[in-house]
DNA sequence: ATTAAAATGAGAATCATTATAATAAAATTA
DNA sequence: TAATTTTATTATAATGATTCTCATTTTAAT
């Protein structure tokens, strides 16, 4: 593991914010100020591959990159925004019905935010 | 609805086979030799944004345009085949959980196919 | 220390998608 | 029907995310 590896796998534990390669880039520069972006896709591929983090992507936006920890992901239909949340697990009965072929799984539920709910309703009243 | 929206829609809910919009443009030719592609990506956004399909957004390949009708999703992680499948419907749950604000949800379960299956196996015995 | 292998940097290339602006078609009104 | 407005379409340029290339640097192995 280089140290890019392994500074790029901590950037995306420690902020769960499910940042895009290139805000990736960014926090990395603060501390490796030379590194390439093409260095920092190289490593999130690998780091993918690997199953050491993943990949969310998401219609209409650059993808992003999440901790491992099994959770579920909202998102909201207006802003877009993503969070994170579990609902109940699914592996054992995915493993029930497809047998050693099964992964992983990856479960998005769209909704409307509050913050766009509220919107919503004040362009509604008007 | 245009001819070419009314179309468009027709082609994706025959085709059963999740195409992309270039698929989709190549199939529209057959019958509009003329149609440009921006009107396929006009269309088609009209359609998603309206409900009328929905758009299937997998990791390293563009965009596929499916029918509403409700399925799930299996990925092969090795060939990125796509197939559609039908687990436990999770609505009522979700409803239960997000209230009025839920929308859908996206599951897509990432399995190995049995061909890629088969595959691995021969590789693995020599 | 030498060689081989892997990783990196910089920028070009690619591919999907969107934006633009001119034209054409459709809908509306008179 | 003719004139006017609106909407859709075409062709192409632009954009943006990601990958590719290749020369250079770093790391590991002999």
Redesign the interface.
Known sequence: MTKYEKQIYEIVNKLTSHLTADQIFSELKKIYPSVSLATVYNNLNKLCDVGLIR?V???GSP?RYDRISKHDH?VC?RCGKLTDVC??D?TS??ER??GG??????????????AC?KKEMEQTQI
Chains 1, 2 share one sequence.
């Open positions: 990949r992507s998401i219609e993808d909202l239909r609902f109940e699914l009965t995915l019905q497809l072929a099964f992964l992983a799984y990856d479960l998005k539920v769209f909704y409307i935010c509050p709910r």
